[in-house]
């Protein structure tokens, strides 16, 4: 989403080459792919962006007429970064300290999944989980970047639920096991554009299980901000254009209830960040 407006950038790109527009470097070629991460790396897409909230493309040939059947919008990241224990309320409530440090661990492409997608849970766990959590995409390649200009590398933001199975996430002192199943990062409804989103400490993220609310936080709670998060992870390695830092949940996962309360079948997991959007998943026993 671009200017409040969401758009089918490969149909846009197309009736603006046919109506002999300018054509972008490496924008075709990107969009050929189906790959965001590929056009935010594209040597063109300032041209296209610019264009598109500009509206020098036009709004009726570019914007989308109706709601698609949306995939996950970015399904190929280099890096899908995760960020453990970044709401102060949710290390207070599973009993851990206020870490130093931000934990890190990863998630794979095989774990994403479309926004209003089943979610198959696997036959191994007995504890899968739901957070709710702010997706930062980048959009320029970032080097130990500084906190001072640190925003102008991130593109924009979406939605993730950064499903868990507790009892692999525990089973040794690493959480990759419990991170990295099949359908375990449902993500969207869409990427949208920094500039489209109000000040981040006042969004507010909220989780619903089968209609009932769980999850309510305010992006405030926050112990490494966006800008921190971004600024250290560049100081680690070098992120490029499509990584994806999912950057922590709020308190009311599954694992602090008394009895624990995980995902069984049929039920349905509904996210919404502020001015970002909604995903809705029903999760389903393996057939």
């Not at 794979?108 to 766990?125: E, H, K, Q």
Request: contains cysteine; negative net charge.
């Amino acid at each position: 989403m671009i200017a409040g407006v969401a758009y089918d950038l490969a149909d846009c790109y197309q009736r603006h080459r046919q109506s002999g527009g300018v054509a972008w470097k490496g924008v075709s070629a990107a969009l050929a792919r189906g790959s965001l991460r590929a056009l935010l790396a594209a040597p063109g897409i300032e041209g296209l962006l610019e264009a598109l909230r500009g509206q020098a493309l036009t709004h009726e040939a570019c914007a989308l007429r109706a709601p698609p059947a949306l995939c996950a919008p970015l399904h190929d990241p280099g890096r899908f970064i995760g960020i453990g224990l970044n709401y102060r309320s949710h290390a207070r409530e599973i009993g851990q300290p206020i870490p130093t440090e931000p934990p890190l661990f990863a998630k794979w492409a095989n774990a994403i999944t479309g926004p209003y997608d089943d979610v198959t849970l696997p036959a191994y766990s007995q504890a899968v989980d739901y957070e709710v959590e702010l997706g930062v995409v980048i959009g320029r390649r970032a080097r130990q970047v500084s906190l001072q200009d640190v925003m102008d590398y991130v593109f924009g933001y979406t939605v993730i639920n950064d499903v868990s199975a507790r009892d692999l996430q525990f089973r040794t002192g690493q959480w990759l096991a419990g991170k990295i199943s099949d359908g375990f990062a449902p993500m969207g409804p869409g990427v949208v554009e920094k500039a489209d989103v109000g000040p981040l400490r006042d969004l507010v993220l909220e989780t619903w299980v089968n209609g009932e609310l769980r999850q309510q936080g305010r992006a405030s709670d926050m112990i490494f901000d966006v800008p921190a998060l971004v600024s250290r992870l560049s100081h680690l390695m070098t992120l490029e254009p499509g990584d994806v830092i999912a950057t922590g949940t709020p308190p009311g996962v599954g694992m602090s209830r008394t009895p624990p309360c995980y995902l069984g079948d049929r039920d349905v997991v509904r996210m919404q960040i502020t001015g970002i959007g909604v995903i809705e998943n029903r999760f389903v026993a393996p057939s």
